[in-house]
């Protein structure tokens, strides 16, 4: 089942840090530290966006409208699943057994599997996404080249800070989004 909503829990510590960046942007006085690490941070996220895959460790609210079979994670790769909770009817939350499902973190997107032999509490459930499962999410370590990208796409978002003078473009510059074609969820 696809999520119907998600709510960021635990924000990333970017993949790139401000030492990286100001390296590559050849700067090295502190003046412009907050603006790089701006930069830094929408770059991570527009490449993110862009492939729709987490490119740093964070945890996320997934919800979902109903009880399913298997439940797909979006932004891979799926680390683990912190908890799995439901709300009944009556507006009780509770929270589900750890030995009831599984976790598919090889799939992309990472899934939630029943365990054999076990099944979904069978409540009524609240009306509007009663389930939601807490999911750990991203590289721990980004590789080089998804950290090349954001370098390059943090490089023009610096270099291009004023849209009126150059508008951006609508699309990744060339050379990062052939940098993250391979890690387009769902592209092999």
């Known amino acids: 089942m696809a999520a ?3 709510v960021l829990v635990t924000p ?3 993949p790139v840090t401000l030492s990286e960046a100001k390296q590559h942007l050849r700067v090295d006085v502190p003046d412009d530290d ?3 690490q701006r930069c830094v941070a929408s770059a991570r996220r527009w ?5 729709r895959r987490a490119f740093a460790s964070q945890t996320w609210d997934v919800y979902y409208s ?3 079979a298997a439940f797909e994670i979006p932004l891979p790769p799926l680390q683990n699943i912190v908890s799995a909770s439901y709300r009944t009817a009556a507006g009780e939350t509770l929270v589900v057994s750890p030995a009831v499902y599984l976790a598919d973190t090889v799939a992309e ?5 029943l365990a054999p032999g076990q099944s979904w ?3 009524s459930l609240w009306p509007v996404n009663p389930v939601v499962i807490r999911a750990a999410v991203g590289y721990i370590t980004a590789p080089d080249d998804i950290k090349a990208a954001i370098l390059l796409l943090a490089g023009y978002l610096y270099e291009n ?3 009126a003078a150059h508008p951006l473009p609508k699309t990744l510059p060339f050379a990062a989004e052939n940098l993250l074609m391979p890690y387009i969820a769902g592209w092999f």
Do not use: D, K, M
């Open 4 to 6: 119907t909503g998600r």
């Open 12 to 14: 990333p510590v970017e």
């Open 34 to 36: 907050a603006l790089i």
């Open 47 to 51: 490449a993110e966006s862009y492939s």
């Open 66 to 68: 109903a009880w399913s």
């Open 109 to 113: 997107p990472g899934r939630v599997l």
């Open 121 to 123: 509490p069978s409540v």
């Open 161 to 163: 800070r004023e849209q």
